[in-house]
T-cell receptor, first 113, second 109 residues
Framework: KAGVTQTPRYLIKTRGQQVTLSCSPI?????VSWYQQTPGQGLQFLFE???????NKGNFPGRFSGRQFSNSRSEMNVSTLELGDSALYLC????????????FGPGTRLTVT | GQSLEQPSEVTAVEGAIVQINCTYQ??????LSWYQQHDGGAPTFLSY????GLEETGRFSSFLSRSDSYGYLLLQELQMKDSASYFC??????????FGAGTRLFVKA
């Protein structure tokens, strides 16, 4: 079974631009979570989607948004990029409603200049 | 607030046993998980404890005491490839997974 895939793997953007990251979960997994990982802050929860519904959102500004499609694929968008948004963005999928076992994709390394 | 505390670094010798502790304070609790992350890689799931007690998976074991809001990951017969960061994580009542800051494990020959 294929793992979680994320595209693109690397991205360089300029301040003020926007970016869209994509995540394809493991087949059959209905829950997708997004995390931001930086050396100083560790893994920070962004949001989780289950069956196209956002169930929770972390403490990030409204510039960060996401969505999930009917095939469980998910996208996250960051608008008006800031230098501090430079990070590794990880997506993780899990089977369903109460899964504590998450499978992570390789991440998208975003650099904002 | 919600927080998970774990040591920032642990060093051990190849072949030894090491224990990484995690204490948590969260709104609701739906289990403690452990993840391993090598430099440049993605976190990979190691183990999960939903109930008190010890769970064993090969060289790795994980323990949970809900009354103490405490758990640990035990790594036996350490190998050089075990050098990595280890994260504990708790899922709270809002389907949010909160990760600890991670413990960097250095395995020496």
């Amino acid at each position: 079974k294929a793992g979680v895939t994320q595209t693109p793997r690397y991205l360089i953007k300029t301040r003020g631009q926007q970016v869209t990251l994509s995540c394809s979960p493991i087949s059959g997994h209905r829950s997708v979570s997004w995390y931001q990982q930086t050396p100083g802050q560790g893994l920070q929860f962004l949001f989780e989607y289950f069956s196209e519904t956002q169930r929770n959102k972390g403490n990030f500004p409204g510039r960060f948004s996401g969505r999930q499609f009917s095939n469980s694929r998910s996208e996250m968008n960051v608008s008006t990029l800031e230098l501090g948004d430079s990070a590794l963005y990880l997506c993780a999928s899990s089977l369903g409603d109460s899964s504590n076992e998450q499978y992570f994709g390789p991440g998208t390394r975003l650099t904002v200049t | 607030g919600q927080s998970l505390e774990q040591p920032s670094e642990v060093t051990a010798v190849e072949g030894a046993i090491v224990q990484i502790n995690c204490t948590y304070q969260t709104s609701g609790f739906y289990g403690l998980s452990w993840y391993q992350q090598h430099d440049g890689g993605a976190p990979t799931f190691l183990s999960y404890n939903g109930l008190d007690g010890l769970e064993e998976t090969g060289r790795f074991s994980s323990f949970l005491s809900r009354s103490d809001s405490y758990g640990y990951l035990l790594l036996q017969e350490l190998q050089m490839k075990d050098s990595a960061s280890y994260f504990c994580a708790v899922r709270d009542r809002g389907f949010k997974t909160i990760f600890g800051a991670g413990t960097r494990l250095f395995v020496k020959a």
